[in-house]
């Protein structure tokens, strides 16, 4: 697959061995958890899908996100042995999530996305528990742990990122848009100095920066990314700001 539509990664064997490792360690943590406490199966299948889902998202892009969700989602389901319906639910959490993350400039978005996967999650497991129970009284016991346990997983998996993204971008070697937001920021130590020692090169790194982001977004390319390279495509002019 990546070889066909990602042949950045096809050609470098160590991002293709992460992803594989990556696919893998949330597998194994799926079968362990589910086979050491059955009745979190739930949120043993569908958290670490949403953890892997949501770095290869941030990492690469929602083509390959959601192709290895698939993937991953196929597995799961094979490995535990239920049915179809569970794999049409781990997909509902994690296309929900791919689909809300196009553009992550800020923790609320992220948080967002995983709320809305949250919901979905909820209730796409009510309706698989409703139609795969029984009809009695006792399987509402069941039908709302289940969606407790698919919203809440979803919710954690939000958090959980918040708190690995430094990681996620050291090991995969990426800048997210929650990063390049902080990085535009005026009030940051390096653009403040630049400020301060060439004070006229600032002023044209800003005009260079709001030029070039919208001629970015005219062609469909990454503006933000664009803007902050324009912001400090002349930091190295401090040193010397009279030249």
């Given at each position: 697959f990546t070889a066909v539509t990602h042949r950045r990664i096809a050609r470098n064997a160590l991002r293709l061995m992460a992803i594989c490792l990556l696919v893998v360690l949330m597998l194994a943590a799926s079968v362990l958890i589910a086979a050491d406490v059955p009745a979190l199966k739930l949120a043993a299948a569908l958290g670490p899908l949403l953890l892997a889902?949501?770095?290869?998202?941030?990492?690469?892009?929602q083509r390959l996100a959601i192709a290895l969700a698939a993937i991953q989602a196929a597995i799961v389901t094979l490995a535990m042995q239920e049915s179809i319906g569970w794999f049409i639910l781990l997909m509902a959490g994690?296309?929900?999530?791919?689909?809300q993350l196009n553009e992550v400039r800020s923790r609320a978005c992220l948080i967002?996305?995983?709320?809305?996967?949250?919901?979905?999650?909820?209730?796409?497991?009510i309706v698989l528990s409703m139609i795969?129970?029984?009809?009695?009284?006792?399987?509402?016991?069941?039908?709302?742990?289940?969606?407790?346990?698919?919203?809440?997983v979803a919710m954690c998996v939000g958090f959980l990122v918040l708190g690995i993204l430094p990681s996620i971008e050291r090991v995969f070697h990426i800048t997210t848009g929650m990063t390049l937001a902080e990085l535009r920021d005026p009030r940051r130590p390096l653009l403040r100095e630049l400020q301060q020692r060439?004070?006229?090169t600032y002023?044209?790194?800003?005009?260079?920066?709001?030029?070039?982001?919208?001629?970015?977004?005219?062609?469909?390319a990454d503006g933000l990314l664009v803007y902050v390279g324009g912001l400090y495509h002349d930091i190295g002019k401090m040193p010397k700001p009279q030249y």
């Open positions: 889902t949501t770095i290869l998202r941030l990492a690469y892009d994690a296309g929900t999530l791919v689909s967002r996305a995983s709320a809305i996967a949250a919901v979905v999650s909820a209730l796409a497991a795969e129970l029984p009809s009695v009284m006792s399987a509402w016991t069941q039908v709302l742990s289940d969606a407790a346990q698919a919203g809440g060439a004070p006229g002023d044209h790194s800003l005009q260079v920066a709001s030029i070039a982001e919208a001629a970015a977004e005219a062609i469909g």
